[in-house]
């Protein structure tokens, strides 16, 4: 199964042509109503499912996912996007009153969400419809203008999301560029008013740099390693269902699957003869009949794949066990199911997001141990704690820090429309989905007006001796209010 084409660079001069005819759109979108944006939303989500079969066909072909995972993982969080912003956009655009405080007494005050303006979408591959279009959603419920680069690695359904694109708006408003690594460098020398990434920490760092250079906000949603920690209480047969389909949706491409297991000793051996029997259900009891399954997608590319199985292959050679699995199919780009014990202190796979479908599992002793070691690795995106005990939910959600947190569940938050999706220093910056991405891609505007009284007269120079006294008896008042 060989690498699909990769979709060509745009030219710089078209990127800055539909970047300089969307000033005007965005300028005008100011004044755009909450009728005019649910309209729009609701065409958008229109189009998109009458493309269900040629989704099918696009992602057969960039990474033979099933036609199941399709609805699930990209078209369904992206028109439950859609219904949430419909149902709650009035709401969200209705300017928001603010009491006057002391020193502003006889003031009117009110926060109003005004659109960003020409918005920057960089989307990853490893889902790219549900990561390039909920935020699309969000922006556009926000009444901004949206350039949006597509990853060129998943070409046949970034040009489905051109066609889609293309079919609901006007480039005036939104439009997709395509290309690689250099159509992304040039988009991120224009001066944004917002830029949305989703993808690795380290590119992360480059896209913040760049929009550095005009003070462009940014979101980013990235990635990072996303500990599951099992105690001894664990329904352990519940864990392992919800963890290894958490691991092998996508054949653990994604960004908030859970990349390692901390396993209480005395229940290890239980917990992992668990979760070989899951996968074992679900995909075939044979190392054959789990590459001929359906079910399981492949991974974007060779070198992926290689990455991978290196990964699997020094992990091997420093001391792990393989309790489930074989060597990688490098031509077919499948990574099988895979479950790792007792592996050495420093191996490389428990330092790297692994975006595979590799589970190392990790006994403990204390939950000491476990705190120390998150909390001596960069924030993850993700933690999820299976536990029934109180006590070592509490301490772990407050002794660690993770963009968000699963109790009992796994990446379930990520589709929970109320709830705030990023990440947290190396794992992300904002936040997204929801009244959250709508906030992203909106400045709250403070907007004051004066009553008929004028008590900051009290603050003209020239500063008296009574202004003097005034000033500071309203500071001490203050300080004991």
């Known amino acids: ?100 405080t002391w020193l502003t007494l006889g003031t009117h005050s009110r926060v109003e969400a005004q659109p960003r303006g020409r918005c920057l979408i960089l989307g990853p591959w490893n889902y790219p419809v549900n990561t390039v279009l909920c935020p699309l959603v969000s922006a556009i419920a926000a009444g901004n203008t949206v350039i949006v680069k597509p990853s060129e690695l998943t070409p046949a359904v970034s040009r489905l999301v051109g066609e889609l694109i293309a079919e609901v708006f006007v480039p005036e408003e939104v439009v997709v560029v395509p290309g690689g690594v250099s159509t992304a460098q040039h988009l991120l020398s224009l001066p944004f008013d917002h830029i949305f990434f989703t993808g690795s920490p380290a590119v992360g760092k480059l896209v913040m740099k760049a929009a550095a250079d005009h003070l462009s906000s940014v979101t980013l949603e990235l990635g990072g390693q996303s500990p599951v920690i099992v105690d001894e209480t664990a329904d352990l047969h519940k864990a392992a269902e919800v963890v290894m389909w958490g691991k092998l949706i996508n054949l653990g491409q994604s960004c908030v699957a859970p990349d390692h297991v901390f396993v209480h000793r005395s229940v290890r051996a239980a917990f992992v003869r668990a979760c070989a029997e899951v996968v074992r259900a679900r995909f075939g009891q044979s190392d054959a009949e789990q590459q001929a399954s359906p079910d399981l997608a492949r991974i974007i590319n060779l070198r992926h794949t290689g990455r991978i199985a290196q990964l699997v292959s020094q992990a091997v050679e420093a001391g792990a066990t393989v309790a489930l699995g ?21 191996s490389d796979i428990l330092d790297e997001e692994i975006f595979g479908p590799v589970l190392p599992i990790i006994d403990y002793g204390s939950l000491d141990e476990v705190i120390a070691r998150i909390n001596a690795k960069p924030k993850p995106l993700a933690l999820y704690i299976w536990s029934r005990r109180g006590s070592t939910q509490s301490r772990l959600i407050e002794e660690t820090s993770s963009g968000g947190v699963c109790v009992n569940h796994c990446m379930l938050h990520y589709v929970h429309g109320g709830l705030p999706f990023g990440g947290v220093n190396n794992s992300g910056m904002g936040s997204s989905h929801g009244h959250f991405g709508f906030k992203a891609f909106s400045h709250e505007r403070a907007v004051l007006k004066a009553g008929w009284t004028l008590p900051a007269r009290f603050m003209f120079p020239p500063y008296t001796p009574f202004k003097g006294r005034l000033m500071r008896g309203l500071v001490e008042v203050l300080r004991r209010l």
């Open 1 to 100: 199964m060989a690498d699909l084409p990769q979709l060509s660079e745009s030219p710089t001069d078209w990127i800055d042509e539909v970047f300089s005819r969307q000033l005007p759109t965005s300028l005008a979108l100011r004044t755009s109503t909450a009728p005019q944006r649910i309209a729009k939303l609701r065409r958008f989500a229109d189009a998109l499912v009458a493309r269900r079969s040629a989704w099918y066909e696009a992602f057969a072909q960039d990474f033979s996912k099933p036609p199941a995972e399709v609805e699930s993982t990209e078209l369904l969080p992206v028109i439950e996007e859609v219904r949430h912003a419909v149902s709650h956009l009035r709401r969200w655009m209705k300017p928001v009153r603010v009491r006057a």
């Open 326 to 346: 074989r060597p990688a199919d490098h031509a077919q780009r499948f990574v099988p199911p895979t479950l790792l014990t007792d592996l050495p202190a420093g």
